[in-house]
């Protein structure tokens, strides 16, 4: 199990390059669980709200990784089609930050679709990270990610 998480991590690096301008363009959201006297938003939550987004948009690399992750999360994939295997594991993330009540997304840390531009511009220099990612990203996939991450469930 560590080892297909340790894969699917791989799938979502680039999903730490779309994190960084969450964190470095974020004006008011402060997580309760850091008393500061300053606008933050920790990594690990800018990584994660945009986690399903973009295990949609990596399924496609390798589908039958993203069903097993969809499976061992809970998900019932015994009708599932390998082409639904983004929308399950998707689908069981969201469930899993419902339940953590983690923000339902990045519309909840202050950003809007006239944002959407300015998050792209901040992380395509991130290209160290972004090329990481099993599949080519232009901007307007990033673009498509940030879009689909403003509401998560």
């Given at each position: ?21 969450l964190s ?37 690399c390798c ?27 998707a689908e ?62």
């Amino acid at each position: 199990m560590f080892l297909l998480f340790s894969v699917l991590y791989w799938c979502c690096l680039h999903s730490h390059g779309l994190s960084y301008p969450l964190s470095s363009l974020n004006q008011t959201y402060q997580a309760e669980q850091y008393p500061t006297d300053h606008p933050l938003l920790p990594h690990g939550l800018s990584v994660v709200i945009t986690a399903p987004a973009v295990f949609k948009f990596t399924a496609s690399c390798c589908p039958e990784r993203h069903m097993e992750a969809a499976k061992i999360l809970g998900a019932d994939v015994s009708n599932g089609k390998l082409s639904d295997a983004g929308d399950l594991l998707a689908e069981e993330l969201r469930k899993f930050m419902r339940d953590l009540d983690v923000p339902n997304g990045i519309q909840e840390f202050g950003f809007t679709s006239s944002d959407t531009q300015r998050l792209v511009e901040a992380a395509m220099p991130n290209k160290r990270v972004l090329s990481l990612a099993p599949r080519p990203l232009v901007e307007e996939h990033l673009a498509s990610i940030y879009e689909s991450s403003m509401t998560v469930y």
